[in-house]
């Protein structure tokens, strides 16, 4: 069976780095995963260059394979004109974190992505519900808000990702939203946080690969997080998926040893080299 591995650390991994990184070293590192056999990369976000400095080079990062994150109109009209065809969107159940990173409340994010994205054909749409397994500010999360939270995504998409924002999921939450997206008809996915272990979020894939979840998202070299919460810990790493997807008997098309390449550009990436005056 073919597990999709949907990279994200371009954008997700990259904008959480104290300094910037040389427009030419973030495409590197994207021609590096794609010539990994990686097919589906997160590649940029235009979100205004005043909140995510990183990302201020977007246009001259994308290469025209990839996906980008958009979060309001000005970002897609960028997206678009830079022929983004691929796009990921945000909400989330807990009010407090919408207000916190977008300064609007669930119900506002949707009529606000209404005014654009109904242009976009929804096979090109991933949507993602942050801190679905859990939150800071609001706890857990029932089915009646995870059902909510679905059928908002399927105006949109016919993919919704739980992300699992400060690493709380466990297995029975994996299983009761593949189910509620598959009962919706929407394709579900993966996005998982961890603390130092990744063997937590390794039992939630496969879990969710029994469930019949066969996307997860990862980051090169476990790089990023979530800037806009404290304590979020870092994305599942690539290589530790793509290892474990191997050894259970599953096909990612990821070549383990070119994925070593790019592993040696996000060290690069992380740790700059300091010039003596």
């Known amino acids: 069976m073919k597990v999709t591995v949907y990279e994200v650390g371009p954008r997700d991994g990259l904008q959480y780095l104290p300094h910037t990184v040389d427009t030419k070293e973030k495409r590197l590192l994207i021609k590096t995963l ?7 990369i997160e590649e940029v976000s235009f979100a205004h260059p005043k909140i995510i400095p990183q990302m201020a080079d977007a246009e001259k990062v994308f290469t025209g394979k990839g996906s980008a994150l958009i979060m309001n109109k000005r970002g897609f009209d960028r997206a678009v004109a830079s022929g983004v065809e691929k796009m990921n969107i945000v909400f989330s159940p807990c009010e407090t974190f919408n207000m916190r990173s977008f300064r609007k409340t669930r119900s506002e994010m949707i009529f606000n992505y209404h005014s654009f994205m109904n242009k976009v054909p929804k096979e090109n749409v991933r949507v993602y519900i942050s801190m679905a397994f859990g939150s800071p500010y609001s706890g857990f999360f029932d089915d009646d808000m995870l059902r909510t939270c679905i059928r908002d995504a399927q105006l949109f998409g016919n993919t919704v990702v739980f992300s699992d924002t400060i690493g709380v999921g466990d297995k029975s939450q994996v299983r009761q939203m593949a189910r509620l997206a598959l009962k919706e008809s929407m394709i579900p996915a993966l996005h998982l946080h961890h603390k130092g272990d ?13 469930a019949g979840i066969k996307e997860f998202d ?60």
């Not at 794609?34 to 589906?40: F, K, R």
């Not at 530790?240 to 996000?266: P, Y």
Request: net charge negative; aromatic share 4%.
């Open 34 to 40: 794609y010539d990994a056999g990686v097919e589906n």
């Open 198 to 210: 990744q063997s937590r979020p390794i039992s939630l894939v496969k879990a969710g690969l029994l």
């Open 218 to 277: 990862s980051s090169i070299g476990g790089l990023g997080g979530c800037p806009m919460v404290e304590g979020s810990g870092s994305n599942l790493s690539t290589e530790v998926l793509v290892r474990h997807i191997a050894a259970w008997g599953f096909d990612s098309g990821i070549d383990e040893n070119k994925l070593d390449h790019a592993l040696r550009i996000v060290k690069r990436i992380k740790e700059p080299e300091i010039l003596v005056c």
